[in-house]
């Protein structure tokens, strides 16, 4: 076997790979240890979850299992109440037109009665005015003629009885 090439370089090939092969056998050797490490905080872990999380999984389950038909009856009587009340204040709305209705006529009727009695009294007034003031004031004027009358003929002064009578004088 003699090819050319040296002993020695057999040897240092040789070794160079022995090495290669005890490096490589120390880094999976510290591989299988990192992996061991960790395998045993993943069963830590998953142990703490077991323990913990697993139960409160089960009581929300429980929990969500028995208020489930509880929360779906509350959603249906909340349903019904809005039902309820949409109908009611369809029902209120109407009501409140109506009686809206009825109190604008009932104003009308009060307005047109009101304005009925103040045309009376004022046709009134303007009666009692023309039926008692004005034969009133011909009576004064009747009057302060006789007066002007019996004055003359008791020979008084014109210009003193002027003056008694004041606005009067006709």
Same mark, same amino acid.
């Given at each position: ?27 999976? #050797?510290?591989? #299988? ?45 909340? #349903? ?72 003359? #003929? ?17």
């Amino acid at each position: 076997m003699n090819n050319g090439i040296p002993p020695w370089a057999y040897f240092l090939f040789t070794a160079a790979t022995a090495f290669g092969v005890v490096m490589q056998a120390a880094v999976l #050797l510290g591989m #299988l240890f990192a992996i061991k490490a960790a395998m045993a905080r993943l069963d830590e872990v998953t142990k703490e979850m077991k323990e913990n999380a697993l139960p409160a999984l089960a009581t929300a389950r429980h929990l969500l299992e028995e208020v489930s038909p509880k929360l779906k009856v509350a959603a249906q009587n909340v #349903l019904d109440v809005s039902h309820t009340l949409r109908h009611e204040s369809t029902h209120v709305s109407g009501a409140v037109d109506e009686l809206m209705k009825k109190a604008e006529v009932q104003v009308d009727r009060v307005n047109e009665m009101v304005t009925g009695t103040l045309d009376s009294i004022a046709y009134a007034t303007s009666t009692v005015q023309r039926a008692v003031v004005t034969p009133m004031r011909q009576v004064g004027a009747v009057l302060s003629g006789l007066r002007a009358g019996l004055d003359v #003929l008791r020979s008084r002064d014109r210009n003193s009885h002027a003056g008694n009578d004041g606005d009067h004088f006709v």
